[in-house]
C-alpha cells in the first residue's frame, strides 16, 4: 500500500492533472490523460495512477476497473527527459505523498480486482507495466506493442518481471533484445492481450466484457485475487490448507448465500460483495 486509509478518504479533494476518473456504478475508469505527450509517464503520473488505484482497491462499491487512454497512443512508457531530471515534473500538490516509492507493477497488485485495459494506439516500453498488470488487455487490431528500449541503450527490466509471468522466458527476451514492434495480433498470441477487437467493436466489446464481469460475485472474485497473490509464497505442503481456508471464507459469505438462493429461484443474484 502506496497511501494511508486516511489520504484515500481524501480522494474526491485531489484534482488529477495527468490522469482523469470516473466511477459509474460499480465501474470505475480511469483515463491515462497525457495525449500531447502519448501519454508517457511522469512520477506524478504514477503517483496519479497508484492513488486511483488504491481507491478503487478500498471501496467496496468498486467491482471492476476500466484504463483506457486519450489520443492516439495508449502509452509510450516513462518520459525519459522527466526521469533524467526530475525537476521538470510538474508536482500535484494536492495529492497525498506516498508512503514509499512507487513501483507500478505493486500498485496493481495491490488491487485485488479485475481491470482491463482498452487499448487503442500503441503500447511501449514501460506502457508494459499497465496492461501487463490488467487482468484483461482488450486491443484493437492495429495496435503496436514493442519494447525499443534497447535502441537507446537500455534494457526493460521493471518490464521483464511483467512479462514473465505473461508469457515464456525466450519470448520475452526475444521482445527485449530485439526491440521490433509486434502487432494486436501477434500480441494476442503471446498472452499480452487477451481479447482482439476492432476500432469499429471495441466499445461494445468492452462493455459486453465489463457485464459479463459484473454479473458474477465481486466478493469471490475479490478472493480470487487475494489468493493467487498469497498463496504461492508459501511452503507448497501449505499451501492447499490455505486454499481451503479461503473457499471456506467463500462459501460462508453473503454472495455465496445470495448466489445458490438465486440460482435455485431461477433469477439474476443481487450481489453486496461481501
Known sequence: MFYTNSDIQRFHS??????????????????????EKRNAFTPTMLRELAFALEFAHQSNDIWCVLIQAEGPAFCAGMDLTIFQNPALDIK???????????????????????????????????GFLIIGGCSFVISVDDALFGLPEVKRGIFPMQVMATLLKIMPQRKAMEMAILGKNYLAKEAFELGIVTHLSTKETINQDTNDLINSILENSPFAIKKGFEAINNFQNLPENEQHHYLLGILQEIRESEDAKEGILAFKEKRKPDWRNK
Not at 488529477?16 to 490523460?33: A, E, M, S, V, Y
Open 14 to 35: 485531489v484534482e488529477f492533472q495527468l490522469i482523469k476518473t470516473q466511477q459509474d456504478g460499480n465501474l470505475f475508469t480511469i483515463t491515462l490523460n497525457r495525449a
Open 92 to 126: 500535484n500538490e494536492s495529492l497525498p505523498k506516498p508512503t514509499k516509492e512507487i513501483t507500478i507493477g505493486d500498485a496493481f497488485k495491490n488491487l485485488e480486482k479485475p481491470c482491463i485495459a482498452k487499448v487503442e494506439g500503441s503500447v511501449l516500453a514501460g
